[in-house]
T-cell receptor, first 112, second 112 residues
Framework: DSGVTQTPKHLITATGQRVTLRCSPR?????VYWYQQSLDQGLQFLIQ???????AKGNILERFSAQQFPDLHSELNLSSLELGDSALYFC???????????FGPGTRLLVL | GEDVEQSLFLSVREGDSSVINCTYT??????LYWYKQEPGAGLQLLTY?????DMKQDQRLTVLLNKKDKHLSLRIADTQTGDSAIYFC????????????FGTGTRLTVIP
């Protein structure tokens, strides 16, 4: 158990819908990262937040957005969902030293 | 972005040593990581090494780094059936984002 929690574990929805994925980092970790794991793209970085502020963006679609709240939990919002958005979405957190990233169990999203 | 490459499959017999290889491209100082992913599970951080080190050992795991060839390997001694999983090599971005670039993963199968 890494100490990073993600909810829900599984999500099934339809094309065109909007979903919210939630992540709670390890206690004391200020950085939260979101990654997407799909069969065709592998593991790709989406976005990073540090202490409530966006720090870096990766291959994140404009239909996707995220935020980190004052209690440091983060949410990833996916809208206008397409079949190709079906994937495993991971959240990771890292301590202030920023050396290691600890991953949550992931949210498996299936868009039908 | 950085290009991290791994072979896709490796089979070993129980009790033998496994060696999983990875090549990376970033020429600057960076951290390099090994993660393990079991079926249906998240990414478990196994170990990481800074690029100014040659070797790091942690119980059955040995990481070797050849900086000249940008080659990283993970050796698992006395491989057990519980070691069957996908192993990901990752390189940390050095442009300030600190996100990870992952390889495709190597599926390790341990034969009893």
């Amino acid at each position: 158990d890494s100490g990073v929690t993600q909810t829900p574990k599984h999500l099934i929805t339809a094309t065109g819908q909007r979903v919210t994925l939630r992540c709670s980092p390890r206690s004391g970790d200020l950085s939260v990262y979101w990654y997407q794991q799909s069969l065709d793209q592998g593991l790709q970085f989406l976005i990073q937040y540090y202490n409530g502020e966006e720090r870096a963006k990766g291959n994140i679609l404009e239909r996707f957005s995220a935020q980190q709240f004052p209690d440091l939990h983060s949410e990833l919002n996916l809208s206008s969902l397409e079949l190709g958005d079906s994937a495993l979405y991971f959240c990771a957190s890292s301590p202030p030293g920023l050396e290691a990233q600890y991953f949550g169990p992931g949210t498996r999203l299936l868009v039908l | 972005g950085e290009d991290v490459e791994q072979s896709l499959f490796l089979s070993v017999r129980e009790g033998d040593s496994s060696v999983i290889n990875c090549t990376y491209t970033d020429s600057s100082s960076t951290y390099l990581y090994w993660y393990k992913q079991e079926p249906g599970a998240g990414l478990q951080l196994l170990t990481y090494i800074f690029s100014n080190m040659d070797m790091k050992q942690d119980q059955r795991l040995t990481v070797l780094l050849n900086k000249k060839d940008k080659h990283l390997s993970l050796r698992i001694a006395d491989t057990q059936t519980g070691d069957s999983a996908i192993y990901f090599c990752a390189e940390r971005d050095q442009t300030g984002a600190n996100n990870l670039f992952f390889g495709t993963g190597t599926r390790l199968t341990v034969i009893p």
